[in-house]
């Protein structure tokens, strides 16, 4: 790396209370979302509901819900019985999972997408490099 301060990059930390302060709360945040993440993998992978509460070190709650908070919470009160949900509810929830395979949908086609233009600049990069080689005539 040039210039900035240098990362100590991927390393594999021991589980245990992290003391230092600064260190805690970046860990916090961090690993909050990749819970986020996983958690959202999960609903969509195997299509279920999935809802994940988390208070941070300072006491701040941080929610994430899949497809909504009021469908999950309503089929852990239901003994997640789904008979017992009205059509209102059935509607709302039918949309939130439509709008997240829409999005995943969207999503897919611009990692594609960059995938192509990575593939297209690695190709002009060496047709450049085949270019300086060989001399211009």
């Not at 302060?21 to 990749?34: H, N």
């Not at 611009?110 to 060496?126: F, G, P, V």
């Amino acid at each position: 790396m040039s210039g900035g301060r240098q990362s100590r990059g991927r390393q594999k930390i021991p589980i245990r209370r992290i003391s230092n302060q600064d260190d805690l709360y970046a860990t916090f945040s961090k690993r909050r979302l990749g819970l986020y993440k996983k958690a959202s993998e999960l609903s969509t992978l195997c299509g279920v509901d999935v809802g994940v509460v988390i208070f941070s070190p300072t006491d701040v709650p941080y929610s994430f819900f899949s497809p909504t908070m009021e469908s999950v919470l309503r089929r852990n009160n239901n003994n997640n019985s789904a008979a017992a949900v009205d059509e209102y509810a059935r509607l709302v929830e039918a949309r939130a999972r439509a709008r997240i395979e829409e999005c995943n949908a969207r999503l897919d086609g611009m990692t594609e997408e960059r995938e192509a233009l990575k593939r297209r600049d690695k190709a002009a990069d060496e047709e450049m490099e085949r270019c300086r080689d060989g001399g211009w005539w």
